[in-house]
Structure formats: structure tokens, C-alpha cells
T-cell receptor, first 111, second 112 residues
Framework: QKEVEQNSGPLSVPEGAIASLNCTYSDRGSQSFFWYRQYSGKSPELIMFIYSNGDKEDGRFTAQLNKASQYVSLLIRDSQPSDSATYLCAVGGAGSYQLTFGKGTKLSVIP | DTAVSQTPKYLVTQMGNDKSIKCEQNLGHDTMYWYKQDSKKFLKIMFSYNNKELIINETVPNRFSPKSPDKAHLNLHINSLELGDSAVYFC???????????FGPGTRLTVL
């Protein structure tokens, strides 16, 4: 069974710091990696996704993949209190309709 | 203009009843999904449709029946509701395959 593991947190960082969120996956054949943000009581919002061919930066967010160790990271630079949310990692195959989600890491950015 | 909409937002019902949740997307996406998020916030796929064709049917009780009249709509009908069905159900869509891109606001189902 495919598994995606995340530390549930909470991960607390001071405002302006870099928040580092990690997720490990069990299926070595995984090729697509997604990060979502979910505020309490709201629906998940896609932050970014990467494929197995490389990392990606989008504004303050960077997604990095370590295939050898089977983990994917999300870095949030210059963290803001508005970044406080639960971050969900999801993993799938190439062109897959099906993503396996982790249980999420709760991030708290302290002003 | 709402990209993915769901109705109703809240649904409170008795055990044994039948209920439906409707979903519509105006993004022109080909693929739509139903996800269930339980009380521990674990998000799990239930169904996926691509251009009205069922692609994914996870291990879901057959009391749950999705229906896609066209690629912009995906409805979920639930028969004989049970206490364990209480959860938030999210509809989502994506341009093609490759994971949900936009989620709807969710329907919180409470079975009493």
C-alpha cells in the first residue's frame, strides 16, 4: 500500500524565518508531488507541484525532491502569520488521476 | 465567479436516509474528483471521472454512487447513510490527469 508520511506538528517558526516542511513516500515509482495548503475549516488550495525531473520555485515557495531518499520538501521563505495553516503533501504516478495524501503538517508562524 | 462549487454546504440527516451532493466546475477541466476528509483531517480519494468516464473507483461502499451528466458536473448520491459517513466531502477538478488542482468549498455531512 502506498504511503505518504508527514510530521503532524505543530511546526512553529518566527515571522520572517524559513519554514521547512517534509514528506516521505513509500512508492519508489512516484513521479508527481503536490503541496496543498488548508486553512482550518476551508478546502485545500494547491500551492505547487513538481515532477520527478526537478525542483521548482514560485515566489516564497520552493519544492525540492530527493528521489534517492524518497522525500519531498516545501520551503517557505520569509514566513508570514498568514502562512499558518496545515500543509498537505500528495504523491502520484506519472499522469496519475490518483494522489495519495499525507495527513498534513500544521504550521504556526509566530509574529 | 466560483471555479468549483458544491451544494449543499452543510447536510445534517438521520441514519438510513439517502442524500445527494452536487458539484459543478466552470474551469473547462476534463477531470473531476470526489474526496472524503474524515475527522482526523485525512483526505482520501473516492472517485475520479474524466470526460464523464469513471476512472477511479476506490474501495468505497456501493452505497456511494457518483454520476457525471457532463464534464462540468459530478454528483454524489449516498444511500442508507451510516454514522461513519460523517465527514467533509470535497469535489475537485483538474485539466486532465495528474492530481486535483482546484477544490470546491466542501460539504460537511453529519449523520445522526
Amino acid at each position: 500500500q502506498k504511503e505518504v508520511e508527514q510530521n503532524s506538528g505543530p511546526l512553529s517558526v518566527p515571522e520572517g524565518a524559513i519554514a521547512s516542511l517534509n514528506c516521505t513516500y513509500s512508492d519508489r515509482g512516484s513521479q508527481s508531488f503536490f503541496w496543498y495548503r488548508q486553512y482550518s475549516g476551508k478546502s485545500p488550495e494547491l500551492i505547487m507541484f513538481i515532477y520527478s525531473n526537478g525542483d521548482k520555485e514560485d515566489g516564497r515557495f520552493t519544492a525540492q525532491l530527493n528521489k534517492a531518499s524518497q522525500y519531498v520538501s516545501l520551503l517557505i521563505r520569509d514566513s508570514q502569520p498568514s502562512d499558518s495553516a496545515t500543509y498537505l503533501c500528495a504523491v502520484g504516478g506519472a499522469g496519475s488521476y490518483q494522489l495519495t495524501f499525507g495527513k498534513g503538517t500544521k504550521l504556526s508562524v509566530i509574529p | 465567479d466560483t471555479a468549483v462549487s458544491q451544494t449543499p454546504k452543510y447536510l445534517v440527516t438521520q441514519m438510513g436516509n439517502d442524500k445527494s451532493i452536487k458539484c459543478e466546475q466552470n474551469l473547462g477541466h476534463d477531470t473531476m474528483y470526489w474526496y472524503k476528509q474524515d475527522s482526523k483531517k485525512f483526505l482520501k480519494i473516492m472517485f475520479s471521472y474524466n470526460n464523464k468516464e469513471l476512472i477511479i473507483n476506490e474501495t468505497v461502499p456501493n452505497r456511494f454512487s457518483p454520476k457525471s451528466p457532463d464534464k462540468a458536473h459530478l454528483n454524489l448520491h449516498i444511500n442508507s447513510l451510516e454514522l461513519g459517513d460523517s465527514a467533509v466531502y470535497f469535489c475537485a477538478s483538474s485539466p486532465t490527469s495528474g492530481g486535483a488542482r482546484v477544490f470546491g468549498p466542501g460539504t460537511r455531512l453529519t449523520v445522526l
